[in-house]
């Protein structure tokens, strides 16, 4: 199974802040990543597929990038709403896997 | 607009078996094939396995091989997930969740509610 390993963890921001975070493969999966939000006791939200395609509604703000094997998903200016856990996945082959999570906390 | 309205909470015993239903509307149901994920408390998403409603055909992820069973009724709209032998470890947050491009390899989207399912004696 292809592993993804998701950096940092958890981080505090304060809004307006620029936010980056990285999403790494254990092999190549070309652009076939997607990125999710998840806040406490909500079903996951999809921001991002395609490594770097606007789901539509999703705020401009987020923008995703990357292709192989490293990805990142960045927050232009953190908004209070963006305080959440985030989640990329690949879907490059089954099984269907996901990274660990960054939580990002108010600074 | 698509929505995945999924059953309510449910309260197992070690052992026993639970079945989630995720009842589909807004789109055609035989054409978008639908997946069961999990999230076990304070913890990642894990993903199950897929159906495709219009054959019923099936592939589930290896850790639930034997384990895991999933259906759907076309004449209401549904896929079921059912799974037995459970256990305390099996207590989490179950997710429908469409597939985001027919027939494709693809992303989630968009996703029920969610259904927990606590494994308790």
């Known amino acids: 199974a292809i592993q993804l390993t998701q950096s940092p963890s958890s981080l505090s921001a304060s809004v307006g802040d620029r936010v980056t975070i990285t999403c790494r493969a254990s092999?190549?999966?070309?652009?076939?990543l997607a990125w999710y939000q998840q806040k406490p006791g909500k079903a996951p939200k999809l921001l991002i597929y395609?490594?770097?395609s606007l789901e539509s509604g999703v705020p401009s703000r987020f923008s995703g990038s990357g292709s192989g094997t490293d990805f990142t998903l960045t927050i232009g200016s953190l908004q209070p709403e963006d305080f959440a856990t985030y989640y990329c996945?690949?879907?490059?082959?089954?099984?269907?896997?996901f990274g660990g999570g960054t939580t990002v906390e108010i600074k | 607009q698509v929505q995945l309205v999924q059953s309510g909470a449910e309260v197992k015993k070690p052992g026993a078996s639970v079945k989630v239903s995720c009842k589909a509307s807004?789109?055609?149901?035989?054409?978008?094939?639908m997946h069961w994920l999990r999230q076990a408390p304070g913890q990642g998403l894990e993903w199950m396995g897929i159906?495709?409603?219009?054959?019923?055909?099936?592939t589930y992820a290896q850790k639930f091989q034997g384990r895991v069973t999933m259906t759907r009724d076309t004449s209401t709209s549904t896929v079921y997930m059912e799974l037995s032998s459970l256990r305390s470890e099996d207590t989490a947050v179950y997710y429908c969740?469409?597939?985001?491009?027919?027939?494709?390899?693809?992303?989630?989207?968009?996703w029920g509610r969610g259904t927990l399912v606590t494994v308790s004696s």
């Open positions: 159906i495709n409603p219009s054959g019923g055909s099936t």
């Open positions: 807004g789109y055609t149901f035989t054409t978008y094939y």
């Open positions: 092999q190549g999966i070309s652009s076939a």
């Open positions: 395609d490594a770097s």
């Open positions: 969740a469409r597939e985001g491009v027919v027939g494709a390899l693809d992303w989630f989207d968009p």
């Open positions: 996945q690949q879907f490059n082959s089954y099984p269907l896997t």
